[in-house]
């Protein structure tokens, strides 16, 4: 029989994952793949019915995934998710904070109080109280992982993106520090800064051709990504292929920041 010594760091079969934001796009092929390379998934967003869907459909793809509806901006509803996720599967291996919103889109001095502190809530607060809420059974798994998804937007400054960009550009911080404090518990965090994806959050900018072709030209591989794309650089952080690495951000940019 060959060795398949490489091969299997990229199981993830026993582990158990919860993807937020996963009812679409970029959070939905995350939390697929991670299911497809063996991982019990918790499929979550605010939308019962959303998830449930995902969910059925993984199951019947013979896959392995529960739905736990969440608000991230809710403290209830943040603690009902790790805590069903326990009661349910009795772990917590992997957490990828990928739910976020970008309520505002225009100069600065128009930004408003509260469209900032919306965008900061749902962008960045919740992923750094989810990772509490998770880190004793990160801890417990002895393999734990958080995968925060930034953006190229937290690493350069688009114009009329002002609260956006700081929300992401601090959870690049806030994952840095979080490797940084847990590596010693074997709870490895990194972050993943996806460039032009072609989901629902990016329809304003690949509807309309002209703007779309003007973006490509920005991209030295001339095309947006599909979420799978990300999603293969989730699978592999995840799991025990990445299992010296902690405390990077990876871009996922066609180049586009070279």
Request: net charge negative.
């Amino acid at each position: 029989m060959a060795d398949t010594r490489i091969r299997s760091r990229f199981d993830l079969s026993g582990k158990v994952a919860v993807v937020t934001g996963s009812s679409k796009g970029i959070g939905e092929a995350m939390a697929r793949g991670l299911a497809e390379f063996g991982a019990s998934v918790v499929v979550s967003s605010r939308n019962q019915e959303s998830i449930d869907e995902v969910a059925q459909q993984y199951r019947a793809d013979g896959l392995d995934a529960t739905a736990i509806a969440c608000h991230v901006g809710d403290a209830a509803d943040r603690q009902r998710l790790i805590e069903q996720t326990i009661s349910t599967y009795g772990r917590l291996d992997i957490l990828i904070n990928n739910a976020a919103t970008n309520p505002y889109f225009g100069p600065v001095e128009g930004l408003t109080t509260a469209a900032y502190q919306k965008t900061l809530d749902i962008n960045l607060t919740a992923a750094l109280e989810l990772s509490n809420l998770a880190l004793p059974h990160l801890r417990a798994s002895g393999a734990g992982c958080v995968i925060h998804i930034s953006s190229v937007e937290g690493l350069h400054a688009s114009p009329h993106f002002a609260a956006y960009n700081i929300s992401k550009a601090g959870l690049i911080m806030l994952g840095k520090s979080q490797a940084a404090e847990w590596a010693t518990d074997n709870v490895r965090v990194n972050v993943i800064c996806p460039g032009l994806v072609k989901t629902k959050l990016s329809r304003a900018l690949w509807e309309d051709e002209a703007t779309e072709n003007h973006m490509k030209k920005l991209i030295p591989l001339n095309r947006m990504a599909t979420p799978d794309e990300v999603a293969g650089v989730a699978v592999w952080l995840a799991g025990p292929a990445a299992g010296y690495v902690t405390g990077s951000v990876v871009t996922v940019d066609g180049g586009m920041l070279g």
